[in-house]
């Protein structure tokens, strides 16, 4: 009778925990502290960075038109802080770039890491919104994920394509997307074209949540009250 009480007990206790399994969410947002600035290249065909500018990422806080306002717990990030809707980079205010009155044509390249822990079984799924100007490019560990619709060039208003500044392009970032690592360091990589020589900025918002699988804990643990049945049968005819 104790065995049986026993498979019965962990039987239950297995069952119970697949069904109330928590699963794991990972935020994906942009600021000065998520998301590094990697270089830029005056050639907008290439998504290599070629120079580094001379300061880091930087919240932009001068997002009051023309621009979508930022998404939830994002910020508008730029490699020049001065960057913006309404302006750019001050005279004398870089080095490494040529210095005008705004960001020079060309790609800047941002990037953001996140670190998934999930096992053999589990999933990973979420949706991520992302804003730039004039546009950008998504890779995910080396595969482009998003890419920018039609030609760009022209300088309509943020290209007037997605993702564009005035409205988020949204896509799904998970598991079934190749090269995801379901289990180590992922690298999403942002390449902002910049192709008016005036604004330039990037966001990104959403989350990741992973599933764990519980198929095996749920067999596993009907198959330990099905033998405690058994055990008990047994018991009876006894």
Not at 38 to 52: E, I, K, L
Not at 59 to 76: F, Q, R
Not at 77 to 90: K, Y
Request: hydrophobic letters at 35%; one cysteine or more.
């Amino acid at each position: 009778m104790k065995n049986y009480a026993k498979l019965s007990a962990l039987g239950a206790v297995l069952v119970m925990t697949a069904a109330f399994a928590s699963a794991d969410t990972i935020a994906i947002v942009s600021n000065f502290a998520t998301t590094t600035y990697t270089g830029y290249n005056p050639d907008p065909t290439n998504s290599t960075p070629t120079n580094n500018a001379p300061v880091g990422t930087s919240n932009l806080n001068n997002v009051t038109s023309g621009w979508a306002h930022e998404g939830p717990n994002s910020s508008w990030v730029s490699w020049d802080p001065n960057s913006g809707p309404s302006g750019g980079e001050t005279a004398g205010s870089c080095t490494a770039l040529p210095c005008t009155t705004y960001d020079a044509d060309g790609t800047y390249t941002y990037k953001f890491t996140f670190t998934t822990n999930g096992g053999p079984g589990d999933v990973y799924g979420g949706v991520i919104g992302v804003m730039a100007d004039d546009t950008a490019d998504v890779i995910l560990n080396g595969t482009t994920i998003l890419t920018p619709e039609g030609v760009i060039g022209g300088d309509g208003h943020c290209s007037d394509n997605f993702p564009s500044c005035m409205a988020p392009d949204f896509f799904f970032l998970g598991s079934s997307l190749p090269g995801f690592n379901n289990n180590g360091v992922n690298t999403l990589t942002f390449v902002v074209e910049q192709t008016g020589t005036i604004y330039q900025g990037l966001d990104f918002f959403g989350s990741i949540t992973s599933t764990p699988e519980p198929n095996s804990l749920v067999l596993l643990g009907t198959g330990l009250i099905g033998s405690a049945g058994a055990l008990f049968r047994k018991m009876r005819r006894a």
